[in-house]
């Protein structure tokens, strides 16, 4: 079993940066991928980003690259999600999410989530 717990979120203008942490209890953080996904009102909840288990390996939706970067401490049970050059339609909830070993883009392959945490860009 492992619980996540998002934290982070807020109000930005638009061109600010967030930082999003998720921490997680529970044992054997580090032979989960992890990923960071987000849901807008009256959207599907869409995948944002991945890293895999020792945190070389990553992969990002196309509408993030090159402004978002995930990355991981294993020693500290925590993912990161450092977003920059935000914009409006980056305002969503952003949850983490955890699965055994291979990364994944579809939230349905997700064992474990957060609880959400609220992103808000203004314009």
């Known amino acids: 079993q492992v619980q996540l717990v998002e934290s982070g979120g807020g109000l930005v203008q638009a061109g600010g940066s967030l930082r999003l942490s998720c921490t997680a209890a529970?044992?054997?953080?580090?032979?989960?991928?992890l990923g960071w996904f987000r849901q807008a009102p009256g959207k599907e909840r869409e995948f944002v980003a991945v890293?895999?288990?020792?945190?070389?390996?990553?992969v990002y939706a196309d509408s993030v690259k090159g402004r978002f970067t995930i990355s991981r401490d294993n020693a500290k049970n925590t993912v990161y999600l450092q977003m920059n050059s935000l914009k409006p339609e980056d305002t969503a909830v952003y949850y983490c999410?955890?699965?055994?070993?291979?990364?994944?883009?579809?939230?349905?392959?997700?064992?474990?989530w957060g609880q959400g945490t609220q992103v808000t860009v203004s314009s």
């Open positions: 529970g044992h054997t953080f580090s032979s989960y991928a």
């Open positions: 890293v895999n288990l020792n945190g070389e390996g990553t």
């Open positions: 999410a955890a699965r055994r070993r291979i990364l994944s883009r579809s939230s349905s392959e997700y064992t474990y």
